[in-house]
């Protein structure tokens, strides 16, 4: 009879490590990663439960758990997260897509909803792994995006997602500094900036920030560098009656508000909350002619 632990109490016993730990996902990080080295999905995982794993399973394992108990998240060791049912590669150069950023898309999608564009053409400023764009892309056939963002890391990993969710042929990488390089006009803009107080950063989890790219985190002393470039830019760029939908850190709805109107956007739509009732995106409009 085979020593190696099966495929269900490899599962128990990584669950148990990281209950330990004090991991918050405990039971789900586990199954990731048992189903990361094994190749299966839940359903596999039941059906072959009582399956030995192969020596190679169980050194995958080990290095996988360890990674995770040393704070390392599981969509890192994974290289790849779900956002808007879609899987995202991840490199060292983005975010990790966090379902708090779908707030961007919804409030995104609901204003093209609300303007007769059949083709619209949108830009996402600092893209990292291409998420709100391609998102985007995925519930509207016939619009059309460019992408920038300042790593060039970051642009060939939002490319790649581009071309396995088959979307390349609708989108551009473009590597500047916020949108310095473009020219207008765009119906839509959205944008997740760094908004983190440069002095809050030591106190996010762990696995931000030891993981995510610091560049994508730091906003300056009070988190709205950012906004300052983004904003008037892309007021600038865009088309009459078009938007710009930006992703804010709690408590920044006034101060982006306050930024959008300095430039000439209106903004008339409630503030967008995620699924914690935190007010996550702003959204400004360019008046019509």
């Excluded at 990584?14 to 730990?21: H, N, V």
């Excluded at 080990?62 to 997260?81: K, M």
Aim: aromatic share 4%; net charge negative; glycine share 10%.
């Amino acid at each position: 009879m085979s020593d190696a632990p099966t495929i269900a109490s490899a599962r128990r016993r990584l669950a148990r490590q990281f209950q330990d730990a004090a991991l918050e996902f405990a039971a789900l990080d586990a199954r990731l990663l048992v189903g990361e080295v094994t190749g299966l999905d839940l359903t596999g995982l039941l059906v072959q439960a009582e399956r030995p794993l192969t020596k190679d399973e169980s050194e995958r394992l080990r290095t996988f758990a360890a990674r995770r108990l040393a704070g390392e998240p599981v969509a890192r060791i994974l290289g790849v997260r779900e956002f808007w049912g879609l899987p995202f590669e991840l490199s060292a150069d983005t975010l990790v897509p966090r379902p708090d950023t779908e707030t961007v898309v919804d409030a995104a999608l609901a204003v093209l909803g609300e303007r007769d564009a059949p083709a619209p053409r949108i830009l996402d400023i600092g893209t990292g792994s291409g998420a709100i764009l391609l998102a985007l892309l995925s519930e509207l056939p016939g619009a059309g995006g460019v992408a920038t963002d300042i790593s060039l890391g970051a642009l060939r990993t939002a490319r790649r997602n581009a071309e396995r969710l088959g979307l390349a042929g609708r989108a551009r990488f473009v590597a500047c500094d916020y949108a310095s390089a473009l020219r207008g006009p765009f119906d839509l803009i959205v944008s997740n900036p760094p908004y983190i107080p440069v002095n809050e950063i030591a106190e996010l989890d762990r696995e931000v920030r030891e993981h995510d790219p610091r560049r994508a985190l730091d906003g300056g002393a009070d988190g709205l560098d950012a906004y300052r470039k983004i904003i008037p830019e892309s007021a600038g760029l865009l088309q009459p009656d078009g938007a710009l939908v930006v992703e804010i850190g709690q408590g920044q709805e006034t101060d982006v508000s306050a930024l959008m109107q300095a430039a000439g956007l209106t903004v008339s739509d409630p503030f967008r909350a995620d699924l914690s009732g935190i007010f996550r995106a702003v959204t400004g409009r360019l008046a019509p002619r």
